[in-house]
């Protein structure tokens, strides 16, 4: 049995050893969590230095930092002593002594989260005394603490006693083989403060001068990459029949973030590749591609409509045209020669108006 | 040399690596870049740099176990792990995870700052066995310095960069000619493709009896020459490689004079009473093959030997923290459990650095 179980979540450093008996021994440090290691060595050694069989430790949420030298440690030790981890969530720790002294009452579990907001999680204890989260763990402003219907708990740290009954109840709850330390991860609920780099798009042209930018980015989104020599090809199409756009950004020297190229085959528009630098998916970079490509083809006669090609586990790519459309005409088996997938033949037609997503 | 088996840590900044070495044998070598992930940031972003340390270290440390053939941490005489300098988050991860592993264990606990490891790393150059003392070019993504390295490892700072780093300055350039990071091996890749003289950017003239170097008026010397061209064009002149090649020619040029500096005043020859007959040219720009080439050039002008440290731990890794633990002390007890990590190096503060 001997459980160690360990908390930096909050500005308190907290240990708890449960030995053997199962009885609980604890301690706490007000200094910084780069000296836990310092408590935890001498919570062991008034115990006599049992051997450790099992680790829990608080996940937070709580300060990033804290809890990441927490989680660290933890998965360290179980790590080193081969001995299983598992995660106890830091709110429930700190609310789950009032919420069994007050069995069917909401008790809100509260954590400074800084920048005046407080982390916050709602729990209940039934008449078994097991206590449950009642909703996940959010951040709210301080001064919306009041309006929180139930007990706030917002103590800085938590009893030893109670890390150690909350790890107990995770323990007694633990299926068979849990405890993997590398599936033991902080809960930040917060994501990092970090906004991506301001995009000054451009849609232009894309011209041969932009090929090794062009084969950079190809290399960088698919693993079998179109060659140079059909992208030359493709850029050296007469003008009437081809339409090749380049997506820039301003910002960083117009860095090329993606292309987008059409060519008409007979009466159709064939939408030959969009490609956008995966640092910068998911920014509607693809999208305005499209809609240029499909303007542009219109501008030199849009002919029956427009076709593509895309792989079925392409969902984000297949979301986009059916935004933009494009219905599934049909499949073509084993279309992509280097991995034998098949692929979804997309088609919009000319007189087909566009249904806004 | 020490021939300790030492499991190493390295966090510092974007790369999650750990190495197993034997004194300067390495025996495995795991390096995470998260490069991509910051790409889109526009740099590296340390919150999120230290929850990816979080999710990779573990992973990282397993299979840099599993690769040396090391059945268990048991096995290890010792853990090193860089300290600092760099992101303090990031570096947090790497420090927590080997002072775990070091308590839960029993083994020391080594705390190796990064630049020594970079200065450290030339050590790794096959068929040289360099030791201590030599001079040494540091250049990297956020520092550029001229060293001297005595018997004992102790480093001394002689000089070092006004403004941006080499790396900064490679990767600063590279934005200008909108190229994604890390921007140092991609505008050398553009440069290839240059036609040499076709421009040319003046190095910076820094007054000739300091080893200091500087890097910003390169810098403003591109983006003036862009700014002139005018929107990319087809078939726009000067090209994007001819830029490229200008660009990388000046910086090589300032590193390359701030070398023939330092061996005039050090190095072999030079009548100084501590003068030594290696240079060491180590750090991520010392990947790049021109300034290789012209610091070995240089060197062989004056009588030097020079020794670059091999590409692959030119920038950041764990195989060098490794070779670079030996040549400093254990820690146990209580300073070990208690180990915080540090944004600035000593030597930049002190200009003095004894692995201590
Ligand atoms: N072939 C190359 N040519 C020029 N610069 C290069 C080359 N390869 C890498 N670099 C540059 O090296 C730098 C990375 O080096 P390194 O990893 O040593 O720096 P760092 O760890 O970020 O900084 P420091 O070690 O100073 O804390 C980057 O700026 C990168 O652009
Ligand atoms: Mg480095």
């Known amino acids: 049995m001997p459980l160690l179980c360990i908390d930096t979540s909050t500005s308190l450093v907290v240990a708890a050893l449960v030995d053997a008996s199962g009885a609980v021994t604890g301690s706490t440090s007000s200094g910084r969590a780069q000296a836990l290691l310092e408590l935890v060595d001498e919570l062991l050694d008034a115990a006599g230095r049992p051997e450790l069989t099992a680790l829990g430790v608080g996940v937070g ?40 002294e007050h069995p069917d009452e909401v008790v809100w579990g509260a954590i400074d989260a800084r920048r005046g907001e407080y982390f916050v999680q709602p729990f209940r204890a039934g008449a078994d005394g097991i206590v449950v989260a009642l909703g996940p763990a959010r951040a709210i402003a301080v001064a919306d603490l009041d309006d929180l219907s139930g007990i706030v708990v917002a103590t800085d740290g938590m009893d030893p006693r109670a890390l150690a009954r909350t790890a107990l109840a995770v323990v007694a709850a633990a299926e068979d083989g849990a405890g993997d330390p590398l ?47 059909m992208y030359e090809e493709e850029l050296v199409r007469p003008a009437n029949n081809a339409v090749h756009l ?94 034998g997938e098949d692929a979804f033949v997309m088609w919009r037609s000319a007189d087909n108006p566009v249904v806004p997503a | 040399m020490s021939d300790r088996l030492v499991l ?24 995470a870049s998260q490069a991509e992930l910051h790409d889109r940031f526009g740099g590296v972003v340390p919150e ?13 440390v397993r299979q840099a176990l599993d690769d040396a053939g090391v059945g268990g941490l048991r096995d290890l005489d010792a853990i090193a792990v860089t300290q600092g300098p760099g992101l303090v988050g990031a570096l947090l991860v790497g420090v927590a995870g080997a002072k775990a592993r070091a308590w839960a264990t029993g083994l020391p606990l080594i705390a190796v700052d990064h630049l020594f490891g970079h200065v450290a790393s030339a050590m790794l150059a096959p068929d040289v066995e360099l030791e201590p003392p030599y001079l040494c070019l540091l250049a990297s993504g956020g520092h550029t310095m001229l060293l001297d390295v005595d018997e004992r490892m102790r480093i001394t700072l002689l000089g070092s960069t006004r403004d941006d780093a080499a790396g900064e300055a ?79 020619t000046a910086i090589v040029a300032t590193l390359a004079g701030a070398v023939r500096k330092l061996v005039a005043q050090r190095g072999a020859g030079s009548g100084h009473p501590q003068a030594r007959e290696t240079l060491a040219l180590v750090g991520g720009v010392a990947a790049n093959a021109k300034l290789r080439a012209a610091v070995e050039a240089t060197c062989r002008e004056s ?31 209580s300073i070990a459990r ?12 002190d200009r003095e650095l004894v692995p201590n």
């Open chain 1, 61 to 100: 949420p709580g300060g990033f930092t804290g809890v990441r030298i927490g989680v660290t440690t933890a998965r360290g030790i179980a790590e080193a002593l081969d001995i299983p981890l598992h995660a106890i969530n830091s709110l429930q720790a700190i609310a789950a002594d009032v919420a069994t």
């Open chain 2, 303 to 333: 009588g030097m030997r020079s020794v670059a440290t091999p590409l692959r731990w030119c920038g950041d890794n764990a195989a060098m923290i490794g070779v670079a633990s030996a040549w400093y002390p254990d820690r146990t007890g």
């Open chain 1, 246 to 339: 380049a997506a820039r950004d301003d910002a960083v020297g117009g860095r090329l973030l993606g292309a987008g190229l059409a060519s008409r085959i007979g009466d159709s528009w064939h939408i030959m590749n969009i490609l956008v630098d995966p640092s910068a998916q998911r920014r509607g970079i693809g999208a305005r591609l499209l809609e240029q490509l499909i303007e542009c083809s219109s501008q030199l006669g849009g002919g029956d409509g427009w076709t593509l090609e895309v792989r079925p586990s392409n969902t984000a790519a297949i979301a986009l045209y059916e935004a933009h459309g494009f219905l599934t005409a049909g499949m073509r088996p084993g279309y992509y020669a280097e991995t």
């Open chain 2, 170 to 248: 490679f990767d600063k350039g590279a934005r200008l000619l909108g190229l994604p990071m890390p921007g140092g091996p991609e505008l050398a890749a553009l440069a290839t493709g240059g036609t040499p003289g076709a421009v040319t950017f003046t190095p910076a003239m820094i007054h000739h009896d300091t080893l200091d170097t500087s890097f910003s008026g390169i810098k403003t010397a591109l983006a003036v020459a862009l700014r002139e061209r005018g929107r990319r064009k087809a078939g726009a002149e000067p090209s994007d490689a001819d830029l490229a090649a200008a660009f990388e």
């Open chain 1, 183 to 229: 599936h033991v991860v902080p809960d930040y609920v917060r994501a990092p403060d970090a906004e991506p780099a301001r995009l000054q798009l451009r849609i232009d042209p894309l011209v041969l001068d932009d090929l090794d930018a062009l084969m950079r980015l190809e290399e960088r989104c698919f693993p079998a990459p179109w060659s140079r020599g």
């Open chain 2, 48 to 60: 999120i740099a230290s929850r990816r340390h979080l999710e990779l270290l573990d992973v990282v």
């Open chain 2, 8 to 31: 190493a840590i390295e966090s510092s900044c974007d790369e999650t690596a750990a190495a197993v070495v034997r004194g300067r044998s390495v025996l495995s070598d795991v390096i």
């Open chain 2, 338 to 349: 208690s180990l915080d990590a540090y944004a600035t190096s000593p030597l930049f503060r």
